[in-house]
């Protein structure tokens, strides 16, 4: 299993600490964002990732370097012009899988989490799955959600079903980007037109998380994320 964070964002929101610094590099508790994601993902035995990047992706590069210090192996996948979720993904996908029939992981880098990563991968998804993503109650900023969940089911569904956010946190097929090179020639495009489509057909699965999630889409919440980490509210 390998494991790609994505870390293209401009962090526009978060100016003006993203004016020098790039998002994934700010810091909770005194170490960078996607360090976090990465020792989870280690702690889990995920040790092969691929870091996509724009804004300021030379820093990202340095400080990480091919990961020897964390105990992983890095491998980058540079966009002069961030491609949007979907297409950040499918340009890194020779990185992550040698067919279409393989899976991997993917991290939003601006977003903190404290899911167990080899408690979300399993079980292996049914060989007609397109993936499976991780859910968290609505928060404040965003109460209407992003997709329904048939609980009973454990698959999101178009018009039925208890309604969560997504947490950035997913398993993906690589049969989700068949035909996406014809569709999108420019290789820009968003991950959320692959996810309905496969939620109209029944094949995407999701998994609640009870636990701490947060977005870090704005300097205070980033804040808030800081008081809680270092008040040893989460981990």
């Known amino acids: 299993m390998k494991a790609m ?21 700010l810091k909770v508790a005194d170490k960078p964002l996607i360090e976090w994601h990465i020792e989870r993902l280690v702690n889990a035995g995920i040790t092969d990732l691929v870091i996509n990047h724009a804004w300021l992706g030379d820093q990202i590069e340095d400080y990480l370097g091919m990961g020897n210090a964390l105990g992983c192996d890095i491998r980058y996948s540079p966009e002069g012009e961030p491609l949007e979720t ?10 992550l899988i040698d067919s279409p029939e ?14 167990s990563f080899s408690e979300f991968l399993k079980p292996e998804l049914n060989s007609n799955d397109m993936g499976r993503l991780l859910m968290v109650d609505n928060p404040d900023w965003h109460p209407n959600g992003d997709f329904l969940l048939n609980e009973s089911t454990g698959y999101l569904q178009v018009d039925q079903g208890r309604s969560l956010t997504y947490s950035g946190i997913s398993l993906l097929s690589g049969r989700l980007f068949e035909g996406c090179s014809e569709i999108y020639a420019d290789g820009v495009f968003g991950l959320a037109p692959l996810l309905l489509q496969a939620i109209a057909k029944n094949q995407l699965q999701a998994k609640r ?13 980033l804040d808030a994320v800081n008081e809680k980490v270092k008040a040893g509210e989460v981990a």
């Open 5 to 25: 964070i994505l870390a293209a964002g401009l962090g526009t929101r978060m100016r003006p600490l993203t004016l020098t610094t790039p998002k994934p590099l």
């Open 86 to 95: 979907g297409g950040g993904i499918f340009r890194a996908l020779p990185l």
């Open 102 to 115: 393989e899976c991997f992981l993917v991290v939003n880098a601006d977003v903190f989490c404290d899911v």
């Open 209 to 221: 998380h009870a636990g701490f999630w947060s977005d870090i889409g704005t300097p205070e919440r």
